[in-house]
T-cell receptor, first 115, second 112 residues
Framework: AQTVTQSQPEMSVQEAETVTLSCTYDTSENNYYLFWYKQPPSRQMILVIRQEAYKQQNATENRFSVNFQKAAKSFSLKISDSQLGDTAMYFCAFMKQNSGYALNFGKGTSLLVTP | DAGVIQSPRHEVTEMGQEVTLRCKPI?????LFWYRQTMMRGLELLIYFNNNVPIDDSGMPEDRFSAKMPNASFSTLKIQPSEPRDSAVYFC??????????FGPGTRLTVL
């Protein structure tokens, strides 16, 4: 079974600053996908960014980028120019290739963006 | 598209009662997932369907839980009988590609 660990239960950052959320995972698979999902207070789960393990280039989506270190099994999320609307729970998730698309989530990191 | 639709949004019931949660996936999506979210255990996959067929139900806690998908546009998750430890937020999600799952708003279940 795959284990996804998010070691930071809570984090805080000031508006316009940069913050990095950590995620490590444990797997014997070589081909897989990694995701960051955001859950704001509305409870809606929203995909932030994804990374295919076979790609060496780190994924980027506007202010969100990842640092994917396959050998270290690390997948951190960097949020630049933090905005108040970024306040949410952030979940790291793992998906095996050919697993039927099932996601294995970490416990989440609660991010608070302050003015 | 309206997105994934779940009903009810909130459910309060008493221990021992039957609870049925409903989900309508996004039209055209061929995979459907049921997740449970609690403070203690986080987000757990309960079961998922591909083309209406259950693929993996290893996450279903026990026999009190059952899920069905009679057609491509509807799925139910039933708990019978319910217990206080079943209190959680239950999410339904659907997808047609490996790249993204679309989640519903969730059903907050409270079992007294």
């Amino acid at each position: 079974a795959q284990t996804v660990t998010q070691s930071q239960p809570e984090m805080s950052v000031q508006e316009a600053e940069t913050v990095t959320l950590s995620c490590t995972y444990d797997t014997s698979e070589n081909n897989y996908y990694l995701f960051w999902y955001k859950q704001p207070p509305s409870r809606q789960m929203i995909l932030v960014i994804r990374q295919e393990a076979y790609k060496q280039q780190n994924a980027t989506e506007n202010r969100f980028s990842v640092n994917f270190q396959k050998a270290a099994k690390s997948f951190s999320l960097k949020i630049s120019d933090s905005q108040l609307g970024d306040t949410a729970m952030y979940f790291c998730a793992f998906m095996k290739q050919n697993s039927g698309y099932a996601l294995n989530f970490g416990k989440g990191t609660s991010l608070l963006v302050t003015p | 598209d309206a997105g994934v639709i779940q009903s009810p949004r909130h459910e309060v019931t008493e221990m021992g009662q039957e609870v049925t949660l409903r989900c309508k996936p996004i039209s055209g999506h061929n995979s459907l997932f049921w997740y449970r979210q609690t403070m203690m255990r986080g987000l757990e996959l309960l079961i998922y369907f591909n083309n209406n067929v259950p693929i993996d139900d290893s996450g279903m806690p026990e026999d009190r839980f059952s899920a069905k998908m009679p057609n491509a546009s509807f799925s139910t998750l039933k708990i019978q009988p319910s217990e206080p430890r079943d209190s959680a937020v239950y999410f339904c999600a659907s997808s047609w590609t490996i790249y993204e799952q679309f989640f519903g708003p969730g059903t907050r279940l409270t079992v007294l």
